[in-house]
Each structure stands twice: as C-alpha cells, then as structure tokens.
C-alpha cells in the first residue's frame, strides 16, 4: 500500500495544470441560456397564451388546456433548436435522487409520416411506473399508478450529456389515491402556507404586498483528490468515502491554509464545475480553500432570478 501512494505522489507531481476553454467572453452572456425563461417564452409563444399563463402563475390558478398547448410547443420548439431530441418530466422521488421518464419528440400523424410533436396533455401529466418508490407503507407494491404533474412556477431546462440534451420539464410526484410521494409537492404545499403568513403580516405596514417569494442559498462542500491518489485507495473506489487511513497530517488544527490560494492544478476543476450551473441559471457566486486535502466549498444561489416563482428545482 505504502509503495502504491508514493507512486500515486509521482505521479500527481507530474501532473500539469489544464486550460479550460472560457464558457463565453462574460459569463453574463451564457447565464439561463439553457433555461425556458420569460425571455424564451416571450420569443416563442404568442403574446396572449403568454400573459395567461403568467396570470395563473401569480394567482395560482389552473392552467387552461389551450394555454398548456401553447407552452408545449413553445417548449418543443425552444428545446429542438437546441438540439434537444428528447423530453422527461423530472421530479424528486423520496430515493433522495431524482427520476426521469425520457420520452422523444417522433411522433406518427394519421397518414403514418414521422413528425415532432409535443402536446399539451404530455406537458401536464405523464404516468411513470410507481411500484419501486418509497411510498411509506400507503399502498402495495403492485399499485404501480404514479402520477407526475408540471408545476408551472419552475422553469423548464435542458440537460447537457455527452452525445444528448434532454428538455427537463419539473414536476411533482403523486400516487394515484393523491398522497404526495416526492419532496417538492410538501415543498410547495409549504411555500403556500409561508407566503400567505408572510403576507398577512406584510399588510400591517403596506397594504399593496399581494407576493412573498421565497429563496433558497446553499453552500456545497466538496473534496479534490487525484485520481492517481484516489485509485491507490479501495475505500473510496469502492465506497465514495474514506473508511481507514490516518488523520490529515495538517487538519483544523492550523488554519495557515484556511481561505488559502487555490491550488493551480484545482483552478480547471472550478472552472469546469461552474459551466454547466451558469447554463442553467444557478449563480455560483464564492469558491474557497478550506481543509486539506483539498475542501473547496462552493456557494450557489438557487434562485432563478429570470422567474417569477417562489420556488426552485435543485
């Protein structure tokens, strides 16, 4: 073992820092472009669909059927110039990971020609199987009927993997008696008891607050280790975590390296993880050194300012 890390140390030694190609000239002009915002909507959809479906954002009520049509194939049309070929309803199961259904834009027309399509009645409500989620003990397992249903106060978005960009539309998660079998119908549920305690006590000293939004900042603490260092460790192959070894030899007993300089061979990987959340309108906003091996924790603002929402997928 001991042979094996000094080998590893070669190695990282002969390591040489990468260049990362910039996203764009200012980050500013590749923000949310990967999101279905009112930008996008306004380009794509016809003025009044639009303002209706902004008024049952704001007021909470239903979404008609034509203006659901209206956003489908604003949506299908936005994602295809981007290269999207497939769409999923994307919701948060209570596994602790999110779930897609991915479903293609090919459809047949009544002459058997193959056309894109994507209507109204996909958007709202798709039916994956439901049998193999959490549910708390509130049905068998053979009940297999879950419902996904689209909350229009979150902006839809696209996913970028190798090969793919997949149109994500969020949503929430229900089984078939109602019961809520995800984490964002509770969250919205709570978000609407918030606000309208919020409001009420608002109105004490101004009349005119009608909204309170709700924000939601994170901080994500993350290690970087070499992959040199990481393979001569089973532990962390096998199991993502440390299980045996010593203590750092430099832990928070010094605090000389705290909000140190970033060390040059990690400046790509932070430019790297930042592309991607920038795309989609997540502001990472502060990186900085904490413990060693190398901590570096990332503060990312989830809200997506370019929405009018009291609530965020993340």
Same mark, same amino acid.
């Given at each position: ?12 030694d002969?390591?040489?820092p ?13 923000f949310g472009?990967?999101?279905? +915002?009112?930008?996008a ?11 209706? @479906?902004?008024a ?8 008609e059927r034509?203006v ?5 194939a604003?949506m299908?049309t936005?994602?295809?110039?981007k ?5 999923t309803?994307?919701?948060q199961?209570?596994t602790?990971?999110?779930a897609e259904?991915? #479903?293609s834009f090919?459809?047949?027309n009544?002459?058997?020609?193959p056309?894109? +399509?994507f209507?109204?009645?996909? @958007?709202?409500q798709?039916?994956? #199987?439901?049998?193999?989620f959490? +549910?708390?003990g509130i049905r068998n ?12 106060t979150?902006?839809a978005?696209?996913i970028?993997t190798v090969?793919?960009?997949t149109?994500?539309i ?9 019961e809520?079998l995800d984490?964002k119908a509770?969250? @919205? ?5 918030l606000?309208k ?7 004490y000293?101004?009349?005119d607050?009608q909204?309170?939004n709700?924000?939601l ?8 280790? #070499?992959k040199?260092l990481?393979?001569a460790?089973?532990?962390?192959? %096998? ?8 203590? $750092?030899?430099?832990?928070?007993? @010094?605090e000389d390296?705290y909000?140190g300089?970033i ?5 790509p ?7 991607? $959340? ?8 502060r990186?900085? %050194? ?6 570096l924790?990332?503060?990312?603002l ?5 929405w009018?929402?009291t609530?965020?997928?993340?």
């Amino acid at each position: 073992m001991a042979i094996l890390r000094f080998k590893a140390l070669e190695l990282v030694d002969q390591r040489q820092p990468l260049t990362v190609k910039p996203l764009a000239a200012r980050r500013s002009d590749s923000f949310g472009q990967n999101v279905f +915002n009112l930008e996008a909507m306004r380009a794509n959809m016809p003025g009044e669909y639009f303002k209706k @479906l902004q008024a049952a954002v704001k007021h909470g009520s239903p979404v008609e059927r034509s203006v659901a049509d209206a956003v489908a194939a604003a949506m299908k049309t936005w994602a295809m110039a981007k290269g999207a070929t497939h769409y999923t309803h994307w919701f948060q199961p209570l596994t602790g990971a999110t779930a897609e259904k991915h #479903d293609s834009f090919f459809d047949l027309n009544s002459d058997g020609r193959p056309i894109e +399509n994507f209507k109204g009645s996909a @958007l709202v409500q798709q039916e994956p #199987d439901a049998s193999s989620f959490p +549910n708390g003990g509130i049905r068998n397992t053979f009940e297999a009927r879950g419902y996904t249903a689209w909350d229009p106060t979150s902006p839809a978005f696209i996913i970028e993997t190798v090969g793919a960009k997949t149109l994500c539309i969020p949503t929430i998660f229900v089984a078939y008696t109602g019961e809520a079998l995800d984490y964002k119908a509770p969250l @919205l549920k709570s978000l609407a008891v918030l606000e309208k305690a919020a409001v009420d006590v608002c109105q004490y000293f101004d009349k005119d607050v009608q909204r309170v939004n709700t924000t939601l900042g994170i901080e994500q603490e993350y290690f970087l280790v #070499d992959k040199a260092l990481y393979d001569a460790r089973p532990d962390l192959v %096998m199991t993502g975590r440390t299980l045996f070894g010593h203590a $750092p030899a430099k832990g928070q007993q @010094l605090e000389d390296h705290y909000f140190g300089s970033i060390p040059p061979a990690c400046m790509p990987s932070c430019s790297t993880s930042r592309k991607k $959340p920038t795309r989609s309108a997540f502001r990472c906003v502060r990186v900085t %050194m904490r413990w060693l091996p190398i901590s570096l924790s990332a503060r990312l603002l989830l809200r997506m300012p370019t929405w009018p929402s009291t609530t965020t997928s993340c």
